[in-house]
């Protein structure tokens, strides 16, 4: 009689581990799916994705071009004074004094922030210097071909790409509502001329 309740009894906990596993196993994948799902209804809906906006024909009132952000790692330069001086000719304006300050710091072990929004010309110009410890990063700007003529209706974004008022802030604001613009070109009833 006791040996037909433990094998009965043990029957049953096989089956409810049995359950279980099954359900660990379905929870994992869920997981692993929805993951995918997620990431991408992130990048869908990223707010630094700009479209290009144009008025009803087809002039383009407002894009992305792509700049450059010129970064450098001061512990790997060997000549602060030579990459400073090969640097000035290719952006004079800048505070060169601040910048070879940050270059000269030898114990910093990170990446310091030298010249923001370069043209791809130059940065092939100070990628053929040839200096180490020099890095770019890729960014997107917002360009208005026509200046300011419009900037009461497309308003203006801020230097992360978020629309801050006018259209380019209604169309944040819809992408932050989880509402998606399923296009890359959002056409005004507007004609710039």
Sequence with gaps: ?????RNRINFIFAILFLFFLILLFRAIYLNIALSGVESAKITDLNPNKRYDILDRNDNILATDIV???LYAEPYN????????NDLKKIAPLLNWKNIEKKLANKK???RVLLIRDLTPKQKVAINNLGHVGLYFHEDLKRFYPYS???SHLLGFVDYDEYGLSGFEGYVSKILLNNQQVY???IRLSI???
């Design 1 to 5: 009689m006791q040996q037909i309740n």
């Design 67 to 69: 700049t450059y952000t």
């Design 77 to 84: 330069i060997r000549s602060t004074k030579q990459v400073v």
């Design 108 to 110: 910093f072990k990170g």
């Design 148 to 150: 300011n003529i419009l």
């Design 183 to 185: 296009q890359d070109k």
């Design 191 to 193: 004609d710039i001329k």
